[in-house]
């Protein structure tokens, strides 16, 4: 089994001056048992279009993209942004990073039990991924429980007291550094394309209204 490697998809559009850098956390691949021996690099992967023809089918990269290309374009119309296939929308990938607790090969479902001792085992190695990357908005995808406690420790000191909760979503703004949402998988089935993007891009807004 090969580890897959994540983080940066774009480097150069990543940390353009103008980008807001948006890190995504999520937990795991789901990957098919023959390719458990492949070499992958999920952000060559990504950045070369590979995952175009999954962008509408497979609900985790439907999301992001969309999410992400609203955060990045707030003053947009729901009904004005392109298909998560098209160029427009998914090159929007180019502009983030997005990284996995697990490096490994998974499968479908993921079990918070294994997930756990999996990010106890490599916590300090997913900390510094972090740190390196230094986004300004994080957005754990169902992850957020796992990083919470330890997140001080690279300067991301949550007050918890200090908690803001927008529909399904928690969020924390941290003086000085940057935005962390607490959000659902983006392939969680009961939130459509529609309320997941909005509630980021609402979220997002928020902060960025408290810079000016």
Request: charge should be negative.
């Amino acid at each position: 089994m090969r580890e897959i490697l994540d983080g940066i998809i774009n480097p150069q559009e990543f940390y353009e001056e103008s980008n807001i850098k948006i890190l995504w956390i999520l937990k795991e691949g789901n990957v098919s048992i023959e390719d458990y021996n492949k070499p992958r690099d999920l952000c060559e992967e990504l950045r070369n279009g590979e995952h175009k023809k999954n962008a509408l089918s497979i609900a985790t990269f439907r999301k992001i993209i969309y999410s992400s290309y609203w955060l990045l374009n707030n003053d947009l119309n729901w009904e004005d942004i392109p298909f998560a296939n098209e160029d427009e929308c998914y090159n929007i990938l180019n502009k983030i990073a997005y990284i996995n607790i697990n490096k490994y090969p998974a499968g479908s479902k993921s079990y918070d039990s294994k997930l756990y001792k999996i990010y106890e085992e490599n916590k300090i190695d997913l900390l510094n991924q972090i740190k390196k990357i230094d986004p300004e908005i994080i957005i754990f995808g169902n992850t957020f429980k796992f990083f919470k406690n330890d997140l001080k420790t690279i300067n991301w000191k949550i007050d918890f007291n200090e908690q803001y909760s927008y529909e399904n979503n928690n969020y924390y703004i941290i003086p000085n550094k940057g935005l962390c949402i607490s959000a659902y998988h983006p392939a969680y089935p009961k939130l459509s394309d529609y309320n997941y993007s909005n509630e980021i891009k609402e979220i997002s807004k928020k902060y960025i209204n408290t810079k000016l």
